[in-house]
């Protein structure tokens, strides 16, 4: 039972990791596209709009109060334990709540919308601002009430790459869609509202999925609000993680302007790409985590240490290879810019600790949230924002764009240290020297690898595009199988459950082929 427990797992991880890569591409791809065709035929005021609206949107999720991520945590054991009842009770609470936000958030939708085109200042019409502001709100009204539970349900039992395909699939018929309506000269409200309309056929697919496969799901039954109890301490973490992301644009905006801002978005940007990816291969095998946490300890220890192992490997081989080509590009991509310069030798090896730090901890930060000490650790989170903020407006007016990473990185040391202390002695009973000697084993390596490269590449000229991405693609086959075979190495118990594991799976699918 265990090993094809294991197997299941591991085949909707491959999928999860595998579709979530092909996704995260499409994505990368269609949004270059869309922005670049909204410029060019409907202008800055439209692209703009766009943006401030996604922006207020991302503060205006803070109405979920962190429902999500405590019932995600709640939902571990009964699914690892196949508990119906168990389940049945917290899905019908987290439906009772989503149902209230989902109201409120139409309320505020509808309020910001008549608002908004007061305060923005814009050449677009009124009734053109409040429609592209409440097609936007509604469409997560829409989540909250028809699929926002089911979603967890799906992410907890590792069938993420179901939603990632669908979102895919959606993403992609949207954005046709729009491109088409922008070469055919439509304005910007026809964009939003073909966003709202595939938004309705998703919401009618994972309605349709869940009455399928899920027959024995129950909504109706007496909830159980005890279980996501937690969900207040979740919010105070989701409250100090929004002001620790945007608090730099902020200051960066009103200390040093608009253009210090577009080349701080710029490498944001670009490492996002490379954070986002880390975090989708991540996000493929932490169901199994978290199931195995609230199961089966000893073999959560086993997981743990792989996880913990390989994806440090993972983020500091991928940052490597961005440190090296991360000029070149930029050079490339700004010919003709002459504004300002994003040419800057620092400002790579700022973002890169920045980003280092914030995915290599990424596994301390996961057995927290598994073993649920949302509150016992929210006091930590919110100083880990405030030492953002300290540091970052005392060092901003006399170092730019340095002294804001450099509070951002203060902040990380600070919030990194304490979640290594607290998972290795509160949660995984150990010393957390483990932790910090793979930490000084990627360190080191990232340096030797970077001299090395660095060293070659600053004698070859990247004169295009194709040039530079192949270059980047062997470079980037030869560091990650350094640092692979270099974890490997260190830590055999992780590569012989590795290896071990991948015989059993490849076995299991001879089997099932047979």
Not at 147 to 170: A, D
Not at 302 to 311: C, G
Request: charge should be positive; charged fraction near 10%; include cysteine.
């Amino acid at each position: 039972m265990w090993k094809e427990k294991i197997l299941m797992n591991a085949k909707r991880g491959f999928y999860n990791i595998f579709f979530g890569m092909l996704g995260q591409l499409v994505s990368i791809a269609l949004g270059i596209t869309i922005p670049r065709l909204v410029l060019v035929n409907l202008g800055s005021e439209s692209n703009g709009l766009l943006s401030s609206v996604n922006q207020a949107l991302v503060y205006l999720n803070l109405l979920e109060a962190g429902v999500g991520t405590a019932t995600l945590q709640a939902l571990y054991g009964p699914v690892a334990e196949s508990n119906i009842q168990n389940i049945n009770h917290i899905m019908s609470a987290t439906n009772k709540y989503y149902q209230k936000i989902g109201i409120w958030y139409f309320i505020v939708t509808v309020v910001l919308a008549l608002i908004f085109p007061v305060v923005v200042d814009s050449e677009l019409s009124y009734v053109t601002v409040f429609v592209v502001v409440f097609l936007s709100g509604v469409s997560q009204v829409v989540n909250f009430f028809f699929q926002g539970k089911y979603r967890i349900l799906m992410q907890v039992e590792g069938k993420n790459y179901i939603l990632t395909n669908l979102g895919t699939i959606v993403n992609v018929f949207t954005s046709i869609s729009k491109i088409i309506l922008l070469l055919k000269d439509y304005d910007i409200v026809a964009l939003q509202f073909m966003y709202f309309l595939f938004n309705l056929v998703q919401m009618f697919y994972i309605t349709l999925y869940i009455k399928k496969n899920y027959p024995w799901l129950n909504l109706a039954v007496a909830p159980n609000y005890e279980a996501i109890s937690q969900k207040k301490s979740v919010l105070v973490h989701q409250i100090s993680g929004l002001i620790f992301q945007n608090t730099d644009v902020l200051i960066l905006t009103v200390a040093c302007g608009l253009k210090a801002v577009s080349v701080y978005s710029m490498y944001v940007m670009l490492f996002g790409m490379i954070g986002t990816t880390i975090s989708t291969i991540n996000g493929g095998v932490s169901f199994a985590m978290g199931q195995a946490y609230n199961t089966d300890k000893k073999k959560f220890d086993i997981l743990y240490n792989a996880f913990e192992t390989y994806n440090m490997s993972l983020t500091f081989s991928l940052y490597c290879v961005a440190n090296i080509f991360i000029l070149p590009f930029l050079k490339l991509y700004t010919v003709g810019v002459t504004d300002v310069n994003y040419i800057d030798p620092i400002l790579p090896y700022l973002f890169i600790a920045t980003y280092a730090i914030s995915n290599g901890r990424s596994a301390a930060q996961r057995v927290i949230e598994y073993a649920g000490h949302f509150k016992l650790t929210q006091n930590r989170s919110m100083l880990e924002s405030a030492i953002n903020i300290a540091v970052s407006l005392i060092c901003v007016m006399k170092f730019g764009i340095y002294g804001v990473l450099c509070g951002t990185i203060a902040a990380l040391l600070y919030r990194t240290n304490d979640m290594i202390i607290y998972a290795s002695k509160k949660l995984l009973y150990r010393s957390p020297f483990r932790t910090y000697l793979k930490w000084g084993v990627n360190v080191l390596l990232y340096v030797l690898t970077t001299i090395v490269f660095s060293g070659i590449y600053s004698r070859v000229q990247l004169s295009n595009y194709f040039i530079l991405a192949i270059n980047a693609a062997v470079v980037c086959a030869i560091i990650v199988s350094v640092f692979f075979i270099i974890a490997s190495l260190i830590d055999k118990e992780s590569f012989a459950f590795c290896r071990n594991f991948i015989k059993s799976y490849i076995q299991g699918k001879k089997k099932e082929n047979a």
